[in-house]
T-cell receptor, first 109, second 114 residues
Framework: GNSVTQMEGPVTLSEEAFLTINCTYT??????LFWYVQYPGEGLQLLLK?????DKGSNKGFEATYRKETTSFHLEKGSVQVSDSAVYFC????????FGAGTRLTVKP | DTEVTQTPKHLVMGMTNKKSLKCEQH?????MYWYKQKAKKPPELMFV???????INESVPSRFSPECPNSSLLNLHLHALQPEDSALYLC?????????????FGPGTRLTVT
C-alpha cells in the first residue's frame, strides 16, 4: 500500500541555519506530494505541493522537489527563523491521503 | 479563499453529555473529512463524505455520529464519550474524494472529555 516515511525528530536548529527534513514514499501509482505545517494549537496548513516527477514546490522560502528515481520529497529551507518552529508533515495523495509521522522543528534565537 | 472554519475552538464535556462539532467550507469542495489527532501524532481519518453522502467510516465507535446537511457543512455529533476520546478534531475538504487532490484543514476543535 501507499506510505510515507519521515525522518525522526525532534530537530533543533539555530536561527539562520539550513534545514532539511527527509521524506520518502511508497506508492503504487503516481501520487501528488505535499508538505503540511502545524503550528502549536492549530490545524494543518498546506505549505507546498508537487504533482508530478521533477516538480518543485515552494512557499515562504521552503522548497521540495518530487524525485521519482529516489521516491523522495525532502523539505529544505536555506535560513530558518524562530517563527518556523512547528511540526512538519509529509503527505501523499493517491486515492487517499497518507501522512508521515511528523517532524517537530524548534528554532532557537 | 482556502478557508475551512470549525467551531467551537475548545470543548469540555462530561461522559454523559451530547455535543456537536461544526465545520464549514465555501470552496465548492465536494469531499469533506473528519480526522482525530492525538498529541505528537499525525491525523487519523475517521469519516469521509463525498457529494454529501458518507463514503468512508474507518470503524469509528457509534458514539461519534457524522452528518453532512449540505455541500458546505459537516457536523460531528458526540454522545457518551470516553476520556480517551480527548484529542484535536480536524475537519478538512478537497475538490473531490480520491485522486491526488490536496486537502485543506480547519483549525480544529480541542476536545476534553472529563
Amino acid at each position: 500500500g501507499n506510505s510515507v516515511t519521515q525522518m525522526e525528530g525532534p530537530v533543533t536548529l539555530s536561527e539562520e541555519a539550513f534545514l532539511t527534513i527527509n521524506c520518502t514514499y511508497t506508492a503504487t501509482g503516481y501520487p501528488s506530494l505535499f508538505w503540511y505545517v502545524q503550528y502549536p494549537g492549530e490545524g494543518l496548513q498546506l505549505l507546498l505541493k508537487a504533482t508530478k516527477a521533477d516538480d518543485k514546490g515552494s512557499n515562504k522560502g521552503f522548497e521540495a522537489t518530487y524525485r521519482k528515481e529516489t521516491t523522495s520529497f525532502h523539505l529544505e529551507k536555506g535560513s530558518v527563523q524562530v517563527s518556523d518552529s512547528a511540526v512538519y508533515f509529509c503527505a501523499l495523495a493517491y486515492n487517499d491521503m497518507r501522512f508521515g509521522a511528523g517532524t517537530r522543528l524548534t528554532v532557537k534565537p | 479563499d482556502t478557508e475551512v472554519t470549525q467551531t467551537p475552538k475548545h470543548l469540555v464535556m462530561g461522559m454523559t453529555n451530547k455535543k456537536s462539532l461544526k465545520c464549514e467550507q465555501h470552496m465548492g469542495h465536494r469531499a469533506m473529512y473528519w480526522y482525530k489527532q492525538k498529541a505528537k501524532k499525525p491525523p487519523e481519518l475517521m469519516f469521509v463524505y463525498s457529494y454529501e453522502k458518507l463514503s468512508i467510516n474507518e470503524s469509528v465507535p457509534s458514539r461519534f455520529s457524522p452528518e453532512c446537511p449540505n455541500s458546505s457543512l459537516l457536523n460531528l455529533h458526540l454522545h457518551a464519550l470516553q476520556p480517551e476520546d480527548s484529542a484535536l478534531y480536524l475537519c478538512a475538504s478537497s475538490q473531490v474524494q480520491g485522486g491526488s487532490y490536496e486537502q485543506y484543514f480547519g483549525p480544529g476543535t480541542r476536545l476534553t472529555v472529563t
